[in-house]
């Protein structure tokens, strides 16, 4: 399909969806893997990251092959757009392999657990940029500006739980918890991966509110109702 642009980059939509579906197959079970996984558990969900890499490239060298063609404008712009969300999809899995499931070891292997509260932090935050992970998924897909909104918005929601979640467990640190002392770098390091994870998954909306007037500087255009 390469000398079809159009067709061309639907087709690079449709990898990129996969490559999308992949790095949340690998994001999924990272609180399985922190309450419970073993080394091979992690060891296979870190492989996925390969097939992700593998991807990203395949998108990127495909799309730069199609770039080599007559494309109009909006092809052109298109072509960036999928590439930029490959990447941002590259670096999400590479949080996860990298950092994220390293943690998870580091936790099996010193048989560290989290306090009550900690746990719940960490699986709440999880679960709302699990739910984000479909939402930019869709918004990929369908180009529907009311769902890109709504994943723009989420931006502000993770930041605002992962700032609260800081300050819990800075509070659980003055007041002597020892399973908060004990993990508190794993704690910390862990938060602060779901909310990068999160921002990358939300500027896959950028480019469509761009383009329809709901992006300015970085923030949502208020949307006045009669």
Not at 3 to 8: E, I, N, V, W
Not at 42 to 64: P, S
Not at 114 to 124: H, Q
């Amino acid at each position: 399909m390469i000398g079809s642009p159009t067709l061309a980059l639907a087709s690079a939509t449709r990898e990129l969806l996969r490559m999308g579906e992949l790095v949340e197959q690998m994001f999924r079970p990272v609180m399985d893997m922190f309450r419970s996984g073993t080394s091979e558990q992690i060891a296979r969900l870190r492989g996925i990251d390969d097939e992700i890499n593998d991807t990203h490239t395949g998108i990127k060298l495909y799309i730069a092959e199609v770039n080599r063609g007559e494309l109009t404008g909006d092809e052109a712009r298109r072509g960036i757009e999928l590439t930029d969300v490959a990447i941002n999809f590259e670096y999400a899995g590479d949080i996860i392999a990298k950092n994220l499931l390293l943690l998870a070891s580091e936790r099996a292997e010193k048989a560290l657990q989290f306090s009550a509260e900690g746990w719940r932090e960490l699986d709440e935050l999880h679960a709302r940029v699990v739910e984000n992970s479909q939402l930019a998924l869709n918004v990929l897909i369908s180009n529907d500006v009311a769902s890109a909104r709504q994943l723009v918005a989420e931006k502000e929601h993770v930041r605002a739980m992962q700032r609260e979640s800081h300050e819990r467990h800075l509070h659980r640190l003055q007041s002597g918890r020892i399973e908060s002392i004990e993990t508190s770098d794993i704690h910390l390091e862990a938060v602060r991966a779901f909310k990068e994870i999160n921002s990358l998954l939300v500027a896959t909306a950028y480019p469509l509110l761009t383009r329809t007037g709901d992006l300015a500087s970085s923030r949502l255009v208020r949307v006045t109702r009669s």
